[in-house]
């Protein structure tokens, strides 16, 4: 499993990014890819989760805003990131999770301007 995360950058309040998490490595132990954030001088935090089945769960604070997706045949997670806020500044990780698999990818910087 090799996680690459892309898609971030400099956007303005009210805007849009997406983000793409691609493995370039075997699929057969992932059961669930989460997205996770972290914002400068704080922990890190969860942001959504996917499972094999496409059951999805996202953190109250992007509810709404942010939606997680998945191209098989692309072995591709995204992230739809609607009505950015300044808050959702931080770097964007993705996580492989399953059976004997925890695997995290570099990150991607989302900065959003006020």
């Known amino acids: 499993v090799q996680l690459a995360e892309s898609g971030g950058g400099l956007v303005q309040a009210g805007g849009s990014l997406r983000l793409s998490c691609t493995n370039s490595?075997?699929?057969?132990?992932?059961?669930?890819i989460t997205w996770y954030r972290q914002a400068p001088g704080k922990e890190r935090e969860f942001v959504a989760i996917?499972?094999?089945?496409?059951?999805?769960l996202y953190a109250d604070s992007v509810k709404g805003r942010f939606t997680i997706s998945e191209d098989n045949a692309k072995n591709t997670v995204y992230l739809q990131m609607n009505n950015l806020q300044p808050d959702d500044t931080a770097v964007y990780y993705c996580?492989?999770?399953?059976?004997?698999?925890?695997?995290w990818g570099q990150g991607t910087q989302v900065t959003v301007s006020s």
């Open positions: 996917i499972t094999r089945g496409r059951s999805t």
């Open positions: 490595g075997d699929n057969d132990c992932i059961r669930s």
């Open positions: 996580h492989a999770g399953g059976v004997g698999a925890d695997y």
